[in-house]
């Protein structure tokens, strides 16, 4: 369990797997710089660089991921796992952010925090 600091994240617990490819050798710093941090950890760990911006987006937006390895036969039991706890559905949150005109996740943006926080959380799971 670490915290590091992610460009258009700031600070953030993480751990395992996903955690070691995100973090670089030299004092922590994120792999693919400014620009790839998260989005590059994920897409080497197999999650489609579409997808990986909406999820990163939903963090900004001060919303929690949750990415487990599971075997193959665990599958629909992790599914249903998650499903319990609302998941969200990665289509639909991208077409509504897309709805209101996000193209993408940028390290630059700021984070969500205070009014915009309340406000999306009020909108909806982010």
């Given at each position: 369990l670490g915290l590091m600091a992610i460009p258009g994240l700031g600070p953030v617990v993480a751990a395992?797997?996903?955690a070691a490819t995100a973090v670089g050798a030299v004092g922590g710093a994120v792999v693919g710089g400014a620009a790839g941090g998260i989005i590059g950890a994920m897409t080497e760990s197999g999650v489609p660089e579409s997808d990986?911006?909406?999820?990163?987006?939903?963090?900004?937006?001060?919303?929690?991921?949750?990415?487990a390895r599971v075997e193959d036969d665990l599958v629909p039991d992790a599914e249903q796992i998650l499903k319990q706890y609302n998941s969200v559905d990665i289509a639909h949150r991208r077409t509504e952010y897309e709805a209101g005109g996000w193209t993408?996740?940028?390290?630059?943006?700021?984070?969500?925090?205070?009014?915009?926080?309340?406000?999306?959380r009020g909108r909806r799971n982010v």
């Open positions: 395992g797997w996903l990986a911006h909406v999820y990163a987006e939903g963090v900004r937006r001060g919303g929690t991921m949750v990415i993408g996740f940028d390290p630059t943006d700021e984070v969500y925090t205070g009014d915009d926080l309340e406000s999306a």
